[in-house]
C-alpha cells in the first residue's frame, strides 16, 4: 500500500490491478489519478484523506465504489463514473454507508436516469449529466543517459587515463486518451401481449391475435428485464408497444395478410411507438417472431375495464389517460369500439381525463367496499352519477 505516502502525486494503475485495496492510498500527496478498464471494484477508504486530489475518472468496468473511498477529499470536485449502475456505497447492517462524506460539495457526472444519478439526488449530491467526451491527459517522464568518454595517453610513463562525462537529459511527452460516451444505451426486450388480451379484436369473428416479438429500444440506460428497478419503464415499453401493434394491425386490416407482411407491420409499429411513446426510449428495431389468432373467444369489454382483466383499477384510469393524450396531441385514436364504450364511463361520446377520474374514484371506492367490488362500475355508475 501507498497510503500516507505525501510524496506521491500522481499514479497510473497498470492494466494488470482489479481490485484497489481497502485504504490504498489514504492521505497520500496524490491529486491525479488514472485508473484502467481492468479495476472492477474500489474497497473501503482507498483514496480518503487524498486532499489534494480535484478530479477521478471511473471506468466503466467499476461496479461498486465501497464506503469512505472519497472521504475527507477536501478537494474533490469532479467524480466522473462511466458505468451508469455502479454503486457508490455499501450497505451494511441494515444502513447505507456512502463512498462520500455527507458534506460533499463537488459533482458527480454521469448518465441521465442512470442508478449513479439516483444515488446522488437521494443523498443531496450534485449530479451533472454526462453528454460529451471525457477526454483523460497522462503526462510521462521520459530519462536518457548518455556517456561521453574522452581517453589520454601520456607516452614517457606509459600509462593511460581514460575519464567519463555522464549526461543525464530528461524529456516529458503527453499522451491524450479519449474515452467516447454514448449519450444512449441499446437494450433488447422481449414483447407478448397478454393472451386474454388479444390484439386487434374483430367482433364479427369474435377473435383477436397475439404477437411474440423482440424490441431493440434506445434510451438513457441499459434495461435489465431480471431488474425490478427496471420494471415500471419496461412495463410503460410494453403497453405503447400493445397500443402501436393495434395501430399497425389495423393499417394492414386484412388478417389474412399478417403472416406475410410482419417486416411491415414491424416497421408500423416502430413508427407508432416513437410518435406515441413518453418513456425516453425510441424503438429502433421489431422482429416479429409470431402471429397467431387467439383462441380466447368473444371479447366484452366490461365498463372501465379498458384491459379486459376482470378488474377495475389504476391500471385503466392510465390506459384512458394515455388515449386522452394521444388525442390532444394529434396522434389520432387507437381504441377499438369496444374500449370506446368502455372507457367512455360518464356517456359523453369521447374519452377524457373525467372518465380517468371517475374509473379512480370508483377505484378507491371499490378497495373499501367489496360489495361495490364484486357488483361492477355499472350499478355504481347508475347511482353516483347517470341517475342522478
Given at each position: ?88 456505497y455499501r450497505i451494511a447492517q441494515g444502513s447505507t454507508e456512502s463512498a462520500f462524506d455527507e458534506d460533499f ?179 429502433k428495431k421489431i422482429e416479429i417472431a409470431d402471429i397467431s389468432k387467439s383462441d380466447k373467444g368473444d371479447l ?89
Amino acid at each position: 500500500m501507498l497510503c500516507e505516502c505525501s510524496s506521491l502525486n500522481s499514479i497510473v494503475i497498470p492494466d494488470s490491478v482489479t481490485l484497489i485495496g481497502p485504504w490504498a492510498f489514504t492521505r497520500s500527496g496524490l491529486n491525479t489519478v488514472k485508473l484502467p478498464d481492468s479495476v472492477t471494484a474500489i474497497n473501503e477508504g482507498a483514496f480518503y484523506g487524498c486532499i489534494g486530489l480535484e478530479e477521478i475518472i471511473i471506468p466503466e468496468s467499476v461496479t461498486v465504489v465501497d464506503q469512505r473511498v472519497f472521504g475527507d477529499c477536501t478537494s474533490l470536485k469532479t467524480v466522473t463514473v462511466l458505468n451508469p449502475d455502479c454503486q457508490l456505497y455499501r450497505i451494511a447492517q441494515g444502513s447505507t454507508e456512502s463512498a462520500f462524506d455527507e458534506d460533499f460539495t463537488g459533482t458527480i457526472r454521469s448518465f441521465a436516469g442512470s442508478a449513479v444519478q439516483s444515488f446522488a439526488e437521494e443523498n443531496g449530491y450534485n449530479f451533472e449529466a454526462i453528454k460529451e467526451n471525457v477526454t483523460t491527459t497522462t503526462t510521462t517522464t521520459t530519462t536518457t543517459t548518455t556517456t561521453t568518454s574522452t581517453t589520454t595517453t601520456t607516452t614517457s610513463k606509459a600509462t593511460t587515463t581514460t575519464t567519463s562525462k555522464a549526461t543525464t537529459t530528461t524529456t516529458s511527452s503527453e499522451a491524450t486518451t479519449t474515452t467516447t460516451l454514448p449519450d444512449k444505451y441499446k437494450s433488447t426486450l422481449g414483447y407478448e401481449n397478454d393472451e386474454d388480451s388479444p390484439l386487434y379484436y374483430i367482433p364479427e369473428e369474435s377473435s383477436g391475435y397475439n404477437i411474440k416479438a423482440e424490441v431493440e429500444v434506445e434510451g438513457p440506460k441499459k434495461l435489465d428485464e431480471t431488474d425490478s428497478a427496471d420494471g415500471s419503464i419496461i412495463n410503460a415499453i410494453r403497453s405503447y408497444l400493445t397500443s402501436s401493434f393495434e395501430k399497425a394491425l389495423k393499417a394492414i386490416g386484412d388478417p389474412e395478410q399478417f403472416a406475410e407482411k410482419t417486416e411491415q407491420i414491424a416497421e408500423e409499429a416502430v413508427k407508432s411507438f416513437n410518435e406515441i411513446s413518453d418513456t425516453g426510449y425510441t424503438a429502433k428495431k421489431i422482429e416479429i417472431a409470431d402471429i397467431s389468432k387467439s383462441d380466447k373467444g368473444d371479447l366484452k369489454y366490461t365498463l372501465g375495464d379498458l384491459n379486459d382483466d376482470g378488474a377495475v383499477d389504476g391500471t385503466d384510469a392510465t390506459i384512458v389517460l394515455r388515449e386522452f393524450g394521444n388525442i390532444l396531441a394529434g396522434k389520432g385514436e387507437s381504441f377499438t369500439p369496444e374500449q370506446v364504450a368502455a372507457g367512455d364511463v360518464d356517456g359523453n361520446g369521447v374519452i377524457d381525463g373525467s372518465d380517468a377520474t371517475i374509473i379512480l374514484k370508483f377505484y378507491g371506492e371499490a378497495g373499501n367496499d367489496v360489495e361495490i367490488s364484486y357488483a361492477g362500475m355499472v350499478p355504481w355508475m347508475e347511482k353516483n352519477y347517470w341517475n342522478r
